[in-house]
């Protein structure tokens, strides 16, 4: 059984950085694609970054530049690095973990079967 656990989400003042960590545990995370994702109440979870087995990288437009995705596949845990938060990034944030069919999109949460619990990230002005 697949289990995600993600950690670093707080609070910061826009134009501030946090590191988001997300560990794999139960899965060989080679064989899968890792992405982020993110949701406000009230509102669809949307994709944010995902990174395939094969290293293809994947931004969601409202964090190009922005936020870098990455592997540590010897410590099996992805990191989104995000810097020059604004208040619109504000959200929750969870790690998913799928093997992605051939056609679909990195970003879409409907493709993801395995969730970590999420971690808050609060970015005042």
């Known amino acids: 059984q697949v289990r995600l656990v993600e950690s670093g989400g707080g609070s910061v003042q826009a134009g501030g950085s946090l590191r988001l960590s997300c560990v794999v545990s139960g899965y060989t995370s080679s064989f899968g694609t890792m992405a982020w994702f993110r949701q406000c109440p009230g509102k669809e979870r949307e994709g944010v970054a995902a990174i395939r087995s094969d290293g293809i990288i994947t931004y969601a437009d409202s964090v190009k530049g922005r936020f870098t995705i990455s592997q540590d596949n010897a410590k099996n845990t992805v990191y989104l690095q995000m810097t020059r938060l604004n208040a619109e990034d504000t959200a929750t944030y969870y790690c998913?973990?799928?093997?992605?069919?051939?056609?679909?999109?990195?970003?879409?949460?409907?493709?993801?079967?395995?969730w970590g619990p999420g971690t808050q990230v609060t970015v005042s002005t």
């Open positions: 998913a973990t799928d093997a992605i069919p051939a056609g679909g999109s990195v970003l879409d949460p409907y493709y993801y079967q395995s």
